[in-house]
């Protein structure tokens, strides 16, 4: 993440929102204004290394079946 100040109850609903399938990237950005190369890094540092592995090999096996997902 390029080191935006964001509080911790703000984290928490950026994950949640991320781990989601129905919500895309471009969602989170409207609302919070982070990309989607600044939610893979804040969930690159806040999940276990396994966990970030699994939900970044299940975005890309969506994204491969539909073309406007995250």
């Known amino acids: ?24 990237f471009a969602q989170i950005r409207a609302l919070h204004g982070v990309g989607p190369d600044d939610v893979k890094a804040l ?3 806040r999940l276990k290394p ?8 299940r975005v890309r096996r969506f994204a491969d079946r ?3 997902y995250k």
């Open 1 to 24: 993440m390029s080191r935006l100040v964001i509080d911790t109850a703000t984290e928490s609903e950026i994950i949640e929102m991320a781990l989601s399938d129905h919500v895309t």
């Open 50 to 57: 396994a966990s970030y592995r699994a939900w970044r090999k």
């Open 66 to 68: 539909r073309e406007a």
């Open 43 to 45: 969930m690159r540092r």
